[in-house]
């Protein structure tokens, strides 16, 4: 089933590292449609500090031709052959992350279906753009450490994308008392999330003990935070937080944002009705250079994501 589909498309492509300026805007032909996938005609990219290293030749040769972008929401364009339950218009959100048919910087993506959910009504667009990764990472974390309602845990690095989701998730999906790290202009930003408390990183005063953490970074302070956790607490963090955090004494848990589609009815089922304050920052697509360097500066608080249409 399809809508009128164009035969081309506008995408970012590259042809090699580079600076953010290799993010070169071109058309492309429209990637196929293999029985199993959906067609999704992007509203919203997500731009992830993964985005840049690819980009940048930190993950190695990056291939000529390649798309950028591995989540992102918008509407069906088309439905595979062999895919049951989405209709063209429907409106969609997906993380696919290693998606040999391209990427979400471009008019329009082809993902396996069952890496595609229906974004929850209330949840805008936008949010929904910047929210699969990160958010099904976040609820990855969450679940390796089993927390609980009223358990006490820390986010370390608290007010970036996967920090923001594990705030919510944590606070207002499980229940659970947060504190998460952040510079002084992000604590409002945290406690809306959610948080019972937003500390800087270098603070040395605060006195909690916690029963599971979450590293998304590791920094000169993330040892002292590690000695607030309680006997027999575990520390889990996603691939790619360098160096490893580790503390003596505690299980170091390392995880991926888990792509399935059990993990999407997961995280459908946590948002439930609630919305999320998640802080988006905007670029119009043409601007993908600055969303790259603003990126690239550090910082950012949420998320920024690319405006496709
Ligand atoms: N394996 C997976 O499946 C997976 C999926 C997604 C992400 N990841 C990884 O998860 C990590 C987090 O991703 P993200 O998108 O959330 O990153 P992000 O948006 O850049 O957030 C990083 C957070 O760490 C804080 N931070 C940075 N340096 C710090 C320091 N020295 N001390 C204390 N806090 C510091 C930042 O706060 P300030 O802005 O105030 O510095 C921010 O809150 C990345 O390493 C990413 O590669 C892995």
Request: aromatic letters at 8%; a negative charge; charged letters at 20%.
């Amino acid at each position: 089933m399809s809508t009128a589909l164009p035969e081309t498309m506008l995408a970012v492509v590259l042809d090699g590292a580079g600076p953010p300026e290799a993010l070169d805007i071109r058309t492309v032909p429209l990637p196929a449609v293999p029985s199993d996938h959906v067609l999704i005609a992007l509203d919203y990219a997500s731009v992830g500090s993964w985005d840049a290293k690819l980009r940048s030749g930190d993950w190695g040769d990056v291939k000529p031709g390649t798309v950028p972008g591995v989540d992102g929401s918008g509407r069906i364009a088309a439905v595979g052959d062999g895919v049951e339950g989405f209709n063209a218009g429907d409106r969609v959100y997906s993380y696919s992350y290693g998606n040999d048919r391209g990427g979400f910087y471009a008019e329009y993506v082809s993902v396996p279906a069952n890496l595609v959910a229906h974004v929850p009504a209330q949840i805008d667009q936008a949010v929904a753009g910047a929210m699969p990764c990160a958010g099904l990472t976040a609820h990855s974390g969450l679940r390796a450490l089993e927390v609980e309602r009223e358990e006490s845990l820390l986010v370390f690095g608290a007010s970036g994308g996967v920090g923001s989701m594990a705030v919510w998730l944590a606070a207002r999906a499980i229940g659970a008392s947060v504190t998460g790290t952040a510079k002084p202009d992000a604590f409002d930003y945290l406690l809306k999330l959610g948080a019972a408390y937003a500390v800087e990183p270098q603070d040395s005063q605060f006195k909690h003990g916690f029963d599971a953490a979450l590293f998304t970074t590791n920094g000169d302070t993330s040892n002292r935070w590690g000695a607030h956790l309680h006997r027999g607490a575990a520390l889990a963090y996603p691939n790619g937080v360098e160096p490893e955090p580790q503390v003596p004494n505690h299980e170091a848990i390392a995880f991926d944002g888990e792509m399935s589609r059990a993990a999407l009815d997961e995280f459908n089922k946590a948002i439930g009705t609630q919305t999320i304050p998640l802080n988006v920052d905007v670029y119009p697509f043409d601007r993908v250079v600055d969303a790259h360097r603003r990126i690239e500066a550090g910082h950012v608080i949420g998320k920024i994501v690319l405006q496709i249409r």
